[in-house]
């Protein structure tokens, strides 16, 4: 697949600004392209006999630093940042697998016989409503600190520097640093960010974001239109709804780690994807210090606020319900639309984290160290950003480009074997991705081609450029009939 086109990672050239020998990063992009043509198989079946030893060789080799070929994810997204006024950052974490009795070394164990580790992410996608996906620009693996804290106080708790929720803060302060002067980030963060220093800090460096609060804040001053509210609802229950609007809220399956029934879950709990109705309301509060956070920090810190709510409830369902912090203005009906829609981005990063579990295969790696898997992450995120990529293309109506700048001719020519009635008419991007998604299985009354779908009809397409490519090149050796006198 000639990945050329601007909306997609160019695999083939991915490390070619790594600090190793070119020996060693014509073997890298080699790899990272293999995979990319088939992210399912296992290693030894997508890269080969020679290439999978190369692999466990260079990810042996003392001269390939993991942090060398992660910086080439994160340049490779920066490098594509410019598509749009507004990017957004998703940051999410996700806990990643594997099982196995031997487990892999510098992994915790689980109850189970499975070892894991936890991913701090941070996913940039365009801040339009196709939220494609642009790429990674930050990774941490984060381990749990195993002090006790019986005996200590929360605001000791809090303070304490080494406490998990600081990656939250590296995340932001890493991603600002790699993205200075390119493009302007508006980080989303779910719940689990919600943290008033922090949030403190981002406004003082001018940082914009979104942020779901995670449980009603104390208000230092009371609004005028609400002069008895204490607590940001509130202040915002009084408010006459802005608009109403009809959103679709994605499905979300049962946690991994929480096999408690979806009805006794308050946190993410499992729902089936639906047609909801949303109203909303916005204010500017000032938010209260509380008292475990520094003085420093300020007394106050004043935000933008967008409450949504979700109006008739499906009598089985759990009713949505968010309270959003914003820097993003909220003036108008469109704004505060906006920042709506900007939250509900975040629905890219569980896309994300679903496609490198099961679009990927990767916590089926058989690799026996925290390291090794670790690294294999520069290889699988570009893939997975380029699936998602991939979905967007095939979904976007206003710009349609040719095929060829994302297809090469050996790929175009088998899909047109497929359809013989498309002759050599032009082919656009939108066709030949519907193209793909069929030999995936996909029906058109299906409604737009998911990234899974896409992915299997890439392997088909793969497989049968295969044996397209060997009967051109037995063509070529054939020797010339004899023409009869």
């Known amino acids: 697949m000639s990945l050329g086109c601007a909306p997609l990672v160019v695999l083939s050239h991915l490390f070619d600004r790594s600090p190793v020998s070119a020996r060693m990063r014509k073997r890298?992009?080699?790899?990272?392209?293999?995979?990319g043509r088939n992210p399912q198989r296992s290693l030894p079946q997508a890269l080969g006999g020679a290439g999978y030893k190369g692999l466990m060789r260079t990810l042996k080799h003392a001269k390939v630093p993991q942090a060398a070929l992660l910086d080439a994810v994160y340049e490779a997204t920066v490098a594509r940042l410019s598509a749009g006024p507004d990017v957004l950052c998703i940051e999410d974490t996700t806990d990643l697998l594997f099982g196995g009795a031997r487990g892999r070394r510098g992994l915790p164990r689980l109850e189970s016989t499975a070892t894991r580790f936890r991913a701090h992410v941070a996913l940039c996608v365009r801040g339009d409503a196709s939220h494609a996906a642009l790429g990674v620009l930050d990774l941490e693996q984060v381990g749990r600190d195993e002090q006790t804290k019986a005996g200590q106080s929360f605001a000791e708790q809090y303070n304490n520097p080494t406490k998990e929720s600081l990656r939250w803060q590296r995340t932001v302060e890493r991603t600002e640093?790699?993205?200075?002067?390119?493009?302007?980030?508006?980080?989303?963060?779910?719940?689990?960010?919600?943290?008033?220093?922090?949030?403190?800090?981002?406004?003082?460096k001018g940082w914009r974001f979104v942020q779901?609060?995670?449980?009603?804040?104390?208000?230092?001053?009371a609004p005028e239109h609400a002069p008895a509210a204490r607590k940001v609802d509130e202040a915002m229950q009084v408010l006459t709804g802005i608009c109403e609007r009809e959103v679709h809220l994605s499905p979300r399956a049962q946690s991994k780690f929480d096999p408690r029934p979806a009805k006794d879950r308050k946190r993410y709990p499992a729902r089936c994807g639906r047609l909801a109705r949303l109203r909303f309301r916005a204010c500017r509060l000032d938010l209260l210090r509380p008292e475990y956070v520094p003085k420093p920090f300020g007394d106050s810190l004043s935000l933008n606020v967008v409450h949504v709510e979700e109006v008739d409830v499906p009598a089985d369902a759990e009713a949505v319900e968010w309270y959003l912090l914003t820097t993003e203005p909220i003036d108008?009906?469109?704004?505060?639309?906006?920042v709506v829609d900007h939250y509900r981005g975040r629905w890219q990063i569980e896309e994300f984290n679903k496609g490198l579990q099961t679009g990927c295969q990767y916590e089926k790696l058989q690799l026996e160290t925290a390291d090794r898997l670790w690294t294999m992450l520069a290889f699988y995120c570009p893939i997975v950003t380029n699936l998602l990529a991939l979905r967007a293309l095939a979904r976007q109506e206003e710009d349609n480009p040719p095929a060829a700048s994302v297809l090469d001719s050996d790929e175009l020519d088998v899909l047109r074997a497929e359809?013989?009635?498309?002759?050599?008419?032009?082919?656009?991007?939108?066709?030949?991705?519907?193209?793909?998604?069929?030999?995936?299985?996909?029906?058109?009354?299906?409604?737009?081609?998911?990234?899974?779908?896409?992915?299997?009809?890439?392997?088909?397409?793969?497989?049968?450029?295969?044996?397209?490519?060997?009967?051109?090149?037995?063509?070529?050796?054939?020797?010339?009939?004899?023409?009869?006198?």
């Open 28 to 35: 890298l992009n080699a790899t990272v392209e293999s995979l």
């Open 212 to 221: 779901r609060m995670r449980q009603p804040r104390r208000l230092a001053d």
């Open 177 to 204: 640093a790699r993205v200075e002067g390119h493009s302007s980030l508006i980080h989303v963060r779910d719940r689990e960010g919600d943290d008033y220093a922090q949030l403190s800090a981002m406004v003082q």
């Open 332 to 338: 108008t009906e469109a704004q505060v639309l906006r």
């Open 419 to 485: 359809r013989p009635e498309l002759g050599n008419k032009r082919l656009d991007v939108r066709t030949a991705l519907a193209l793909i998604a069929r030999l995936g299985g996909h029906f058109a009354s299906n409604g737009p081609p998911g990234w899974l779908v896409l992915l299997r009809g890439m392997a088909t397409l793969q497989e049968r450029v295969v044996g397209w490519r060997l009967a051109k090149h037995l063509a070529a050796r054939a020797p010339p009939r004899s023409v009869p006198s």
